[in-house]
Each structure stands twice: as structure tokens, then as C-alpha cells.
């Protein structure tokens, strides 16, 4: 297994694409941009893409979770631009919320992050008619909005509603997280991020440390370890869709 | 010899055919006119939401499409089963059916957040989707209904019709099964997952296609000032009352499976008992309007021997049908997702709360557009093609076909 | 022969004035160069290729997660946005001013962000 190897050349390659983006936008004065010069000739390889021998996943441990808190909601809504609003909340697209949850036979509460949970086995890539619903090799599951027609039919199949229908025209998208009305969408783990080498950003916000990200095919990794070692738990265990997100504390 | 009373009839009748079409020309037109302002201004100027995503139009729809279905054993009873008094009815049959699939999914098409993205949907094929078995399973039922029609109606073709009939017959069981499925593999949601559903569907079509049937029938010769032979009348009532009393035994099955797992008796409490609308529509439209009063106006020996009886019969068991739809597909989604079970759950997202739904004025103009198109291709389609049932008594009576 | 010949002078001119009468409708699209300079590839293969080039990198990005390929829409559009809009459409815009004389709708924009350093919002606590 060379996987170690290729881990580290990969976040070489994400660390030298992001210094080559990041010369690139330096604003010399304002309207004059280093850009046109690197863009012409791209001095990096493209990356290597996602690899099946990855499976990325995330540990959310709710005893560090705060009820209230929402620093990891705000900072998908600024990372993903999620910044529009709509009359009627129930319309307006939530890639990652905060669920709280309380035993009618105990005292205390959990407070929990909820969003895509990047099944093994998705229901929503099962049903989509057009195959928009895909998972990629390294198991984030995402939404090809170039053959998303619409249908809501994996809104219909997802068992956590993570996913939202686009319900009006937006402007104001992230140029790296393209996003638009008349098509489904759900958390991507940051695919983006994820891509350079980065963490999503609800893990890093988040203030506790409550969310772990990582590979869980890596026994070295801090997350596959901690699965190892720690009792964890999948949300609706029942359906066996072996998910990417597990919890720990409820 | 025409009188001239018969001649200031036919221009009646002209004036009337013309209104009608245009009625229905412009029910047509103001539905496509919302489908386009749906999806200009998106979905948010309807009442749906990420929680309620399939709205008033897919009731509609999914009516139109499980009727159509239904509507078409009218012909394959002939074709298939050899009943002769039905062979007559063949060809109305089989045009009701392309005319209301037609229309149903002129209604999906249009509800779709890109519509303008058809030919994708035509060009890529996830064949583990039931709506992508469904892109194969609907235009196959037009092209098999088409060719079907053609064997009734064109005497070159003839010999061919039980043939065709038989594909048709086979290929309508499987649509249903493909519409009941839909709804049928979907774990996520506690209305749905049950593998009841697929005949549940095919069972409904039967009552709901034999509806409509009678009711067009009913209609078309009340037009023609003929009245129906009353032994065929009495064999085609019997007929429907036995497809209601089935239907309602499937969704008794239905609703009583469900009780039986305690994790789906909250939710079959909300639909029975607590719900709000949905009781009402469920017990008042369906089980009272939809099947009860209909089954006494079939089978009660004064009922059911006045006259229009049994199209009004017809007419409640439609009625029924939007109901039971409406509490199925609207009420099975406002429930919420029980992600984690025994514990009480709020979030921003609305988790834990019972939504709801107020159908739009684009999304009720959008839905009757089908309507619209269904109505307006029936009533062109009656007028331009022989699609009158013309019973030969005599013959009937001769061969025995009458009653067996 | 003379006859062939004739023939073949009609048919190139035909072929010659074909394409100047279709046009004489619309006025040729003006299209402003932001940043003069070399592209990814010649201006030819550019206009008859961009889409295709576009397509295979979005399909090779979106499905198996290739990133910094030559080509890049965001590339194109930080590029080529008007330096007055600061974005590629909008009237003169350098992908709209040629799409609206070539009648060929755009989608890219129902999603995609058509203006050029359109700064990422930061949240509080995440590295960029």
C-alpha cells in the first residue's frame, strides 16, 4: 500500500495549486491582477482526482456539541454562499442544520449537526432518474446539476432530509460552488476543499473541535482510529446504508 | 328524412361541441401559461417545500396516470378475457387511455424544476430509478396502446388485435407496478415502503379506469340521445361496485399493516384520527363519498335503477380517487421523518413538526391543465374518430354472450 | 467543360454570398479582448472548440474530482470579464455578446458565477 505516499503527494499538489491560485489573485493595484499572467500557462498538474481507495467520512461527537450553537451552520451558508432568502423558510435551501433532541424520559438535551450523511449505498443516486445523483469514488455523494432535472424524487427518498430544491433564481453564488434554481443540492463535504487538501468548513468553525474529518479507509487516521476505539453510532442504523457520518453520544 | 328539429339538434350539438373544446383549449392554455411562470420564477410562488416536494399537480398527475392505465382493462376485458360485450368498447377505451397518460404526464413534465431539461431525462438512464423505468414504461404504453387501436380500427390489422391487446394488457400491469413503485421503495418516509403499493395501485386503476369509462360512456350517449341496453348496463355496474369493494379492501391492507408496526401507528393516527384535513379527506371523500354511497348506489335494487345512478356512482368514486390521493402523497409527506426515534426533535429545519401545504393558484392551474388536455383530446378525439360503443342486443343475445 | 465551369462559379458564389445575405440581419457581435495575450490554445480552435473543451473538464471535475485543468470556466471568466461589469455577460459581456448573435442559449449562468474576483466570503474560524 502506497497509500500514505500518495496521500502526502496529493496535499503537495493541493498546497502548490492553492500558493500558485493565491499568487495569482494578488491585486498588484486595484483592476490590475497577476491572474492574466499565470492563467495562460498553468504551471501545476492537474490533481489526480478522487481515489476509491479513499472514503471520506466525518465523527461527530454530540457531547461537545452545544445546543444554540451554530457557528458550523453559519460558516457552510458563507463557504457554499448560501446567502439568499426566501418568504417562506421552508423553501430556502439547508445544506447542514442543528437538530436538537430530547429523551421524554430524561433531563438533558443533544444538540447535533445534520446534513448530507454520504451514504455507501445512497437512496437518492438509487433513484434519480437521470443519474445526476452520483457518489464519487471517495464517497461523497453529490448532485451533477448539469442532468438534474428537478424532480425532487431523492428529496422523496432521503431519510435524513438533507437535501433542498433550488425554489428561486439566485445570483450571488460562490464562484467555486456553482448553485441554481430548478435543481437539487445538498452538502458536499466541501468537495471543493476537500479537493485542495482542505477540511470542510463546518469542521474547522466549528469551536469544540466537534466534528473530525478524514479518511476512513486510513487505519492511521485520526478518525478511522477513533472508530476503531470508540463506540459510535450510524442516524437510522435500521437501513444499513453504511453512512460517512457517524455519531458519538446519542 | 331529416326534420327540422333533428337539424336545429345537430346545430346545437355543433355550438355545444365548439364551446366544449374551447373550454377545455383554454383550461389547456391558462395551465401551460402557469407551467411557464412556475418555472421562470421557480418553484417558490408554489406551496411546495423541501419538506412537502411533490405538490397538488402530482396528485393530479398520478390520478391521471393510474387511470389511464385503468381505463384501458375496459379493452383488454374484450381482448384479453374474450368478453365480446366489451370488444365494442375496445377502441373509446383504448383512446381514454392515451389521452389521460397524455395529460398526466404533461403535468410531471411541466412540474419539474427544469423542465426545460426533457431531453436529458430522455438521454440519460439510471436503471436503478423507478421513474427511469418509467421513461421506458410510458412511451412503450403509448407506442403498444397506438398500435392496439390501430389493430381495432383498421380492418387490414384486425387479426392482430388479441396480440396487441395482450401486450397492452401486460404492459399497463407493469406501468401501474412502476407508479405504485414509486412510492413503494422509498424508506424514508412512513406513508410510503410498503410493498402493498404496487397492487394496491393496480387494484385502484381498475376502479378508478372503469369510473371514468363510465362516465364518458354515460355521456357520449346521452349526446347521442341513445340509452344504454340495461343488461350491459347492470354487468358494467357490477363490475365497478366489485372494483371499489377491492380497491377499499387494498387500502384497508394498507393502513392496517402499518398499524401493526408500532413505529408507523403515530403516524397512521395523524392520517386516521388527528390529521386535520386528512381524516376528513380520508374518511369523508374517500371511504364515505368514494366508495361507500357509490357501492349503495350500485347495488341498492331502487338506487340503482334510477336514472344516472350509476354515473353518479362513477362520478364520487372519481371524487374519492383525488381524496385518497391527496391524503397519500400530501399527508405521507407533511408527516415528519422520524430520524430518531423516541425522542422529541426540533430543529430550524423544521424536524419533528407536521408541516403544511397550501396548494398555489399556479399549481391548481397547472394541475386542471391536465384536466384541460385530457379533456380536450377526448372530446375532439369522440368527435372525429368512431369511438361510439355500438352494442349489437340482438347478436348478444343470440350467442350468449350477453351473459356469460 | 465551359458548361462545368460555369457551373462551378455559380456554386462558389452561392457558397460566397450564402453566408453574407443569412448575416446581413444581425451586426456582427463586437467582442472586446479584456487581457490581449495568448489563451489556453489559438483563437480559432477557441471558437470552434470551447464548448467541448468545457464540457469534458466540467464532467472530469463534477464526476471524478480533476482539478487545475488547462481548461476552466472560472479561468475563462476571470480572464475575460469586462473590466467595466466585471462579469462575461450582460450586454457586450465577452461570452454573451457572441452566444446572443449565434442564437445559442447559455445555461451556465443559472448556477455558475458569471463575475470575475468575486471575493469568497471567509467564515469566522475556517481557512481559506
Not at chain 1, 56 to 74: F, R
Not at chain 2, 93 to 122: E, K, Q
Not at chain 2, 357 to 384: D, H, K, N, W
Request: aromatic share 8%.
Amino acid at each position: 500500500m502506497n497509500q500514505p505516499e500518495d496521500k502526502s503527494r496529493r496535499s503537495f499538489i493541493g498546497a502548490a495549486a492553492v500558493g500558485v491560485a493565491g499568487l495569482g489573485t494578488i491585486a498588484l493595484a486595484p483592476g490590475l491582477h497577476l491572474v492574466e499572467v499565470s492563467q495562460a500557462n498553468p504551471t501545476s498538474a492537474p490533481s489526480q482526482g478522487a481515489s476509491s481507495k479513499v472514503r471520506w467520512g466525518m465523527l461527530i461527537d454530540t457531547t461537545k456539541c452545544a445546543t444554540g450553537c451554530d457557528v458550523c451552520v453559519k460558516a457552510c451558508a458563507t463557504e457554499n454562499g448560501i446567502n439568499e432568502t426566501l418568504k417562506d423558510a421552508r423553501q430556502g435551501s439547508q445544506w447542514i442544520r442543528k437538530i436538537d433532541l430530547k429523551d421524554p424520559k430524561a433531563d438533558h438535551m443533544h444538540s447535533l449537526p445534520m446534513m448530507c450523511q454520504h451514504c455507501a449505498e445512497p437512496p437518492c443516486v438509487d433513484v434519480c432518474p437521470t443519474g445526476a445523483s452520483f457518489k464519487r469514488a471517495d464517497g461523497i455523494v453529490l448532485v451533477d446539476r448539469h442532468t438534474c432535472i428537478g424532480c425532487r424524487y431523492c428529496m422523496m427518498a432521503c431519510p435524513y432530509k438533507a437535501r433542498s430544491f433550488v425554489h428561486q433564481p439566485l445570483t450571488e453564488q460562490n464562484p467555486e460552488v456553482p448553485r441554481g434554481l430548478g435543481c437539487v443540492e445538498s452538502c458536499t463535504f466541501c468537495v471543493h476543499r476537500v479537493d485542495k487538501g482542505m477540511k470542510p468548513a463546518c469542521v474547522e468553525s466549528c469551536p469544540e473541535g466537534a466534528l473530525t474529518f478524514g479518511d476512513l479507509n486510513d487505519k492511521n487516521s485520526e478518525i478511522a482510529q477513533r472508530i476503531a476505539r470508540e463506540s459510535s453510532t450510524q442516524v437510522r442504523a435500521d437501513l444499513k446504508l453504511n453512512l460517512g457520518v457517524r455519531y458519538q453520544g446519542i | 328524412m331529416r326534420t327540422e328539429q333533428d337539424i336545429r339538434n345537430t346545430r346545437e350539438h355543433e355550438t355545444l361541441f365548439y364551446a366544449l373544446t374551447m373550454l377545455g383549449g383554454l383550461v389547456t392554455v391558462a395551465g401551460l401559461a402557469a407551467a411557464l411562470y412556475m418555472e421562470h420564477a421557480g418553484h417558490v410562488v408554489t406551496g411546495m417545500n423541501n419538506q412537502v416536494v411533490w405538490g397538488l399537480p402530482h396528485v393530479f398527475a398520478i390520478f391521471l396516470i393510474v387511470a389511464a392505465s385503468g381505463v384501458l382493462n375496459v379493452a383488454s376485458i374484450g381482448s384479453v378475457f374474450g368478453k365480446v360485450m366489451y370488444k365494442a368498447r375496445a377502441p373509446l377505451s383504448g383512446m381514454l387511455a392515451l389521452a389521460m397518460l397524455a395529460a398526466g404526464l404533461a403535468i410531471i413534465m411541466l412540474d419539474l424544476g427544469r423542465a426545460d431539461r426533457l431531453i436529458v431525462a430522455m438521454t440519460h438512464f439510471n436503471p436503478t430509478s423507478v421513474f427511469g423505468w418509467n421513461v421506458i414504461l410510458y412511451p412503450g404504453f403509448f407506442a403498444i396502446v397506438g398500435i392496439y387501436l390501430w389493430t381495432l380500427m383498421d380492418r387490414q390489422m384486425n387479426p392482430y388485435y388479441k396480440a396487441a391487446g395482450f401486450a397492452a394488457f401486460i404492459w399497463r400491469l407493469l406501468l401501474t407496478t412502476g407508479t405504485g413503485s414509486i412510492f413503494g421503495f422509498l424508506v424514508a418516509r412512513q406513508a410510503y415502503n410498503s410493498a402493498v403499493l404496487a397492487p394496491m395501485f393496480i387494484i385502484l386503476s381498475f376502479a378508478w379506469g372503469l369510473a371514468v369509462f363510465m362516465v364518458v360512456q354515460w355521456i357520449m350517449f346521452s349526446w347521442n340521445e341513445v340509452s344504454l341496453n340495461p343488461a350491459i348496463r347492470t354487468r358494467m355496474k357490477n363490475l365497478l361496485g366489485t372494483f371499489i369493494a377491492a380497491a377499499f379492501y387494498f387500502v384497508m391492507i394498507y393502513h392496517l399493516t402499518n398499524l401493526y408496526f408500532a413505529k408507523q401507528a403515530a403516524f397512521e393516527h395523524f392520517i386516521l384520527v388527528s390529521g386535520g384535513i386528512f381524516p376528513i379527506l380520508f374518511w369523508g371523500g374517500y371511504v364515505i363519498l368514494g366508495t361507500l354511497i357509490p357501492l349503495i348506489l350500485i347495488y341498492h335494487p331502487g338506487l340503482s335503477q334510477q336514472k344516472g345512478s350509476i354515473c353518479l356512482a362513477a362520478e364520487l368514486v372519481l371524487i374519492g380517487a383525488i381524496c385518497l390521493l391527496y391524503v397519500f402523497i400530501i399527508g405521507g409527506q407533511v408527516f415528519p421523518l422520524d430520524m430518531f426515534p423516541g425522542m422529541i426533535v426540533s430543529s430550524s429545519f423544521y424536524d419533528g413538526l407536521i408541516d403544511s401545504y397550501i396548494p398555489s393558484t399556479p399549481e391548481i392551474l397547472l394541475g386542471l391543465g391536465g384536466f384541460g388536455i385530457a379533456f380536450t383530446a377526448i372530446t375532439v378525439g369522440v368527435r372525429v374518430f368512431k369511438f361510439m360503443p355500438e352494442d349489437d342486443v340482438t347478436a348478444l343475445d343470440s350467442t350468449g354472450h350477453m351473459l356469460d | 467543360m465551359a458548361l462545368m465551369k460555369r457551373a462551378l462559379v455559380g456554386f462558389a458564389a452561392v457558397l460566397l454570398l450564402a453566408p453574407g445575405v443569412s448575416i446581413a440581419g444581425a451586426a456582427k457581435p463586437v467582442i472586446t479582448i479584456e487581457n490581449p495575450g495568448e489563451c489556453i490554445a489559438p483563437a480559432e480552435e477557441m471558437r470552434r472548440n470551447h464548448m467541448e473543451m468545457l464540457k469534458h473538464q466540467r464532467d472530469r471535475t463534477m464526476r471524478q474530482g480533476i482539478r487545475g485543468e488547462k481548461a476552466s470556466l472560472n479561468e475563462c471568466i476571470n480572464c475575460h470579464a469586462s473590466k467595466t461589469t466585471g462579469s462575461v455577460t450582460g450586454k457586450g459581456g465577452f461570452c454573451e455578446s457572441c452566444h446572443t448573435y449565434a442564437a445559442v442559449n447559455l445555461e451556465c449562468w443559472d448556477c455558475h458565477q458569471p463575475k470575475a474576483g468575486k471575493k469568497h466570503a471567509e467564515a469566522a474560524g475556517v481557512k481559506p
